[in-house]
């Protein structure tokens, strides 16, 4: 039998975890090819995400009828909301197997149905041709797509995090780097395709040419995948024949408070994540910029997420990671609305291409610990679950909706700046919860 998991009032300590079942030691050889195995199906799957969020204004014309181009996007994107509502439950179910099964188990599972997903989207007819059947074959494309990231984040953070306890930040950090470099590849098919190609072609046909893109990558993710080594942190327990405690009813009975403050700590950064998804669209829809110029801002954004993220996760190791993370929430929430209403005052290439950067810098800084700050909260035994479920659960009321909101906003207010609000509101909320992990869960 393995030792009890401590009570959530017990502290967790930023260098040297408390969790009895934790590893610690030396630098692991196998690390570089850790971050590899994990990244790499991790962007492939938040690569077809993102893609969907840049492409919605032209799925929205091909799956739903009615000439109302604003219409239109907000169903593209209410979709894109609606099918994040299962992601909680792909990611109890796909976590709890990951913690009984192993990491290495659940990661080939997950890349096997986002593969799915995604050859659904690519080659489903529009509402021209099946009707009412095309709009219900892509929300069930969706639904695949958002159970299986469901489990992805949980079981892919924790075998990144337990290679090696002195490095956590640093190796937790590359959960968030590879979702930058997804949007670094989403950012720069949509720039190229929309210069490349006309309206037209891009409605009838050029949006499924990433997806495809994307199949052609899942089969080297899942290769991958199928044969890395599990994580020393459950190697030998999964070899052991002990009766093995539900990984859920211990979330859920131990750790709930570890549960809000892992989410609560989340909120703004997947906000402004699908803020800058949502961009592009409203740089062409509310300033009137040119679609593919849009869609580089973003790719600079990308880039930024992708390089910046691990420098930050490793100047976490050493000094700190709520040192870090508390001062950049505070400053992503005085900065989101003077950023919005210079937007609009001076609508332009170079002014949206510093908003976006500088929002994208923003997030690298705050999210590059965050991972092995959720991961400190929950036991190996019962980690992947704890994470999935804290972080689909926000990502579902927070994230998937989040161009949604945007949109309804200004729909609704008839103010462009009205999503700037919206984020001041998710980084007040995420301060409150680091601020109550610092002083309940002593997380440095």
Not at 133 to 157: C, D, H, K, N, Y
Not at 376 to 397: C, E, K, M
Request: hydrophobic content about 50%; overall charge positive.
């Amino acid at each position: 039998m393995t030792a009890p998991s401590p009570q959530p009032t017990q502290p967790i300590q930023s260098a040297q975890s408390t969790h009895p079942d934790d590893t610690s030691g030396p630098s692991r050889p196998t690390a570089r090819r850790a971050i590899a195995v994990a990244s790499i199906g991790n962007a492939l799957e938040f690569f077809d995400l993102a893609l969907y969020a840049l492409m919605a204004s032209y799925i929205g014309r091909t799956f739903f009828p009615g000439g109302n181009p604003g219409v239109q996007l907000v169903q593209a994107y209410a979709v894109f909301g609606v099918t994040y509502l299962i992601r909680p439950l792909g990611g109890l179910l796909l976590g709890a197997y990951a913690d009984r099964n192993g990491r290495k188990k659940a990661l080939v599972l997950s890349i096997r149905l986002m593969v799915l997903g995604t050859l659904l989207l690519a080659v489903m007819p529009g509402y021209s041709t099946l009707g009412i059947a095309s709009t219900l074959g892509i929300v069930f494309a969706r639904l695949i797509q958002g159970f299986a990231a469901g489990g992805e984040f949980g079981a892919a953070t924790s075998f990144l995090v337990e290679q090696d306890e002195r490095r956590k930040s640093f190796l937790g950090s590359f959960q968030f780097a590879s979702q930058g470099l997804s949007t670094l590849m989403a950012a720069g098919f949509a720039a190229v395709l929309t210069a490349v190609l006309s309206d037209a072609q891009m409605t009838s046909w050029g949006w499924r040419v990433p997806f495809a893109f994307g199949l052609l990558i899942g089969p080297v993710g899942y290769f991958v995948r199928r044969y890395m080594d599990e994580s020393p942190a459950l190697a030998t327990e999964l070899e052991s024949d002990a009766p093995k405690p539900s990984p859920i009813v211990s979330v859920f009975r131990h750790h709930w408070s570890g549960l809000l403050i892992a989410g609560g700590a989340l909120i703004v950064s997947t906000a402004l994540n699908f803020m800058l998804q949502y961009l592009p669209t409203y740089g062409i829809g509310q300033l009137g910029l040119d679609a593919s110029l849009s869609f580089a801002a973003l790719f600079i954004a990308g880039a930024v997420l992708t390089f910046v993220t691990p420098l930050v996760g490793l100047l976490g190791d050493r000094h700190g990671r709520l040192r870090i993370m508390i001062p950049a929430a505070v400053l992503i929430g005085v900065s989101v609305v003077p950023l919005f209403l210079w937007l609009n005052a001076s609508p332009s290439f170079l002014t949206f291409a510093v908003c976006t950067t500088v929002l994208a810098l923003l997030k690298a800084v705050y999210f590059g610990t965050l991972p092995s700050v959720m991961a400190d909260i929950f036991p190996a035994r019962a980690r992947a679950t704890g994470l999935s479920f804290s972080y689909n659960t926000t990502v579902a009321l927070f994230g998937g909706f989040t161009p949604t909101i945007a949109a309804a906003l200004i729909e609704a207010t008839g103010s462009p700046v009205a999503p700037g609000y919206y984020l001041l509101f998710t980084a007040v909320l995420s301060t409150a919860a680091l601020t109550t992990a610092l002083r309940t869960h002593r997380i440095q």
